[in-house]
């Protein structure tokens, strides 16, 4: 069982920056593949960008592209996502995830139903 903890989400006003982190308990981080997720009320819970096990390939949806940039640190059971140039659409509760990293690129963990251990959250607010 791995439990994973996010942080660093709080208000802030657009164009600002945050950077979120996800630690992860036990010894195994290393071999999962790691996520960040967004969801909003009512909306289903989307990708915004994926990391492999090694960190060597990445993968960023649309939304996120060019202002997101997602890394991690297995060293340390860690994971980020640092988040620029914020905008009010990006509000929203923001997940990490793991998943069992199968040796495709980080662009197959695009989707909720690879991943196996999820956070709890941590909120993002990005007031106009």
């Known amino acids: 069982q791995v439990q994973l903890v996010e942080s660093g989400g709080g208000l802030v006003q657009a164009g600002g920056s945050l950077r979120l982190s996800c630690v992860a308990s036990?010894?195994?981080?290393?071999?999962?593949?790691t996520g960040w997720f967004r969801q909003t009320p009512g909306k289903e819970r989307d990708c915004v960008a994926a990391i492999s096990r090694t960190g060597g390939g990445t993968y960023y949806a649309d939304s996120g592209r060019g202002r997101f940039t997602i890394s991690r640190d297995n060293a340390k059971n860690a994971a980020y996502l640092q988040v620029t140039s914020l905008k009010p659409e990006d509000t929203a509760l923001y997940y990490c995830a793991l998943a069992t990293a199968r040796g495709y690129s980080a662009s197959y963990y695009d989707t909720e139903g690879k991943y196996v251990y999820w956070g709890q959250g941590t909120q993002v607010t990005v007031s106009s």
């Open positions: 036990g010894r195994t981080f290393s071999s999962y593949a």
